[in-house]
């Protein structure tokens, strides 16, 4: 079973180079399942017992449920769609030394640089394009090698072993081809879009790993991939939603864009995004604002993100006593500083999930001397003020574009959130 789904995650992810790919992958599966697509632009109309679901900006989606009866309260799991990664600059192509043509990226968010040198590469992301005297977006995935980082050799660079600093203008740009390749690039995201060079009038592109997802280990026990943070929560999540009764509660699969860059988007965590949906639910079930705030009263929040398992050459990076590792369970996120949403009342209604769900769950603090990272748990709580839980799945390698997490967990996550939107 965990195999199986190990598989199917890894099938997912490689469908999902961008977070617009997983917003529409995710489409696909919603619709599979009898959902129906609103727009944000148009009157919602709702059911008492129908399901739907809505995009924004093409990379964030929110699904739910309204139940045949009162409504009583939304059970949420939020996540999210982006990962860190190279965008493609305006005016890309660079001729170095006369010979070569390489293309002009900045970073998006905080990225391992040093995993991404001298491995096929590709790119992937949406343009637009006019069509019918309208600007629309299409989506693109090249979908072959086509582009590589070359590392510089160590006797050209004695110190590459000793801790070196990467400058993303200087060290990171991708070789697109030889000189004869100028003016190509566009030419060939246009062929991978279906369009013409000329018809496209912006693009929103990004480099993704070509490495394909893998399963290993003595006992095949682990699995790596690329973007595992945070689109094996995003899968979970959305297996467990689509497998759950959801008969007396709103269900809601939340799938955010941005978090990597601080979620202040319209379409992160920080945008009115989850409010506006929830809001517009209430609404069209004849609710007022009164109404929308009982219910968010009696609302929980899984903010789901992944979690950093103890490292096997670093022992000494993990708090002495929380101590997460691969293949152990979800991980329960805790920070005195807020950094994470979870709270003593949050974290026992979790465990008490975990226990009806019969999945093991583990807990994370960082060391008292690290600060660590955050997320869009107690972002949205600007928004959307719930009772929540961060919680995410163990992982190593964390914002490589080729991360490492265990086989077992991504069925235990299934699990939980199956009977949290029961
Ligand atoms: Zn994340």
Redesign the pocket.
């Known amino acids: 079973m965990s195999k199986e789904t190990a598989r199917e995650l890894i099938e997912f992810i490689e469908k999902s180079p961008t977070s617009f790919h997983a917003a529409a992958v995710m489409g696909e599966m919603l619709e599979d399942a009898g959902f129906v697509k609103l727009e944000e632009r148009d009157r919602w109309e709702l059911k008492r017992g129908g399901q739907y679901y809505t995009v924004r900006n093409g990379s964030a989606l929110i699904a739910f449920t309204v139940p045949k009866e009162e409504l009583a309260g939304f059970r949420i799991i939020a996540s ?1 769609s982006d990962s860190p990664s190279f965008k493609i600059k305006e005016n890309p192509e660079i001729l170095a030394d006369g010979q070569y043509v390489k293309l002009n990226t900045e970073g998006y968010g905080g990225m391992l640089c040093a995993p991404w040198f001298d491995r096929p590469l590709s790119v992937a992301g949406r343009i637009a394009v006019k069509e019918n005297g309208r600007v629309i977006t299409k989506l693109v995935n090249v979908d072959r090698d086509l582009l590589m980082i070359p590392n510089l050799a160590v006797h050209m660079n004695r110190e590459a072993n000793n801790g070196y600093k990467y400058n993303l203008q200087k060290d990171m740009l991708p070789l697109l081809g030889e000189a004869s390749g100028k003016g190509k690039f566009l030419k060939i995201i246009a062929e991978a879009g279906g369009v013409e060079e000329g018809d496209i009038l912006g693009h929103d592109l990004f480099l993704y790993n070509r490495q394909p997802g893998t399963i290993w280990g003595a006992d095949e026990e682990f699995l790596s991939i690329g973007r595992l ?2 689109l094996q929560c995003a899968f979970a999540s959305l297996k467990g939603f689509l497998a759950g009764a959801k008969e007396k509660y709103g269900a809601v699969h939340c799938v955010m864009d941005n ?2 860059v601080g979620s202040e988007t319209k379409q992160g965590a920080a945008s009115t995004f989850l409010f506006d949906v929830l809001f517009r639910i209430h609404k069209a079930l004849g609710g007022d604002y009164e109404d929308y705030l009982r219910c968010v009263a009696d609302s929980f929040m899984i903010s789901a ?2 979690a950093h398992a103890v490292h096997p050459n670093y022992e000494d990076k993990a708090d002495p006593v929380n101590r997460p590792y691969l293949n152990k369970g979800i991980v329960i996120k805790y920070s005195a500083n807020q950094k994470y949403c979870t709270d003593g009342f949050s974290a026992a209604v979790f465990k008490e999930i975990c226990r009806r769900a019969e999945v093991p769950y583990q807990t994370f603090t960082n060391r008292s001397d690290m600060p660590g990272g955050s ?1 869009l748990g107690n972002i949205s709580m600007a928004q959307v003020s719930v009772n929540a839980v961060d919680i995410g799945l163990p992982q190593l390698a964390m914002h490589s574009p080729y991360e490492t997490a265990g086989v077992e967990d991504t069925d235990y996550f299934i699990k939980a959130a199956r009977v949290f939107f029961e």
């Open positions: 999210h943070d945070d978090e990597e993100d992944n997320t």
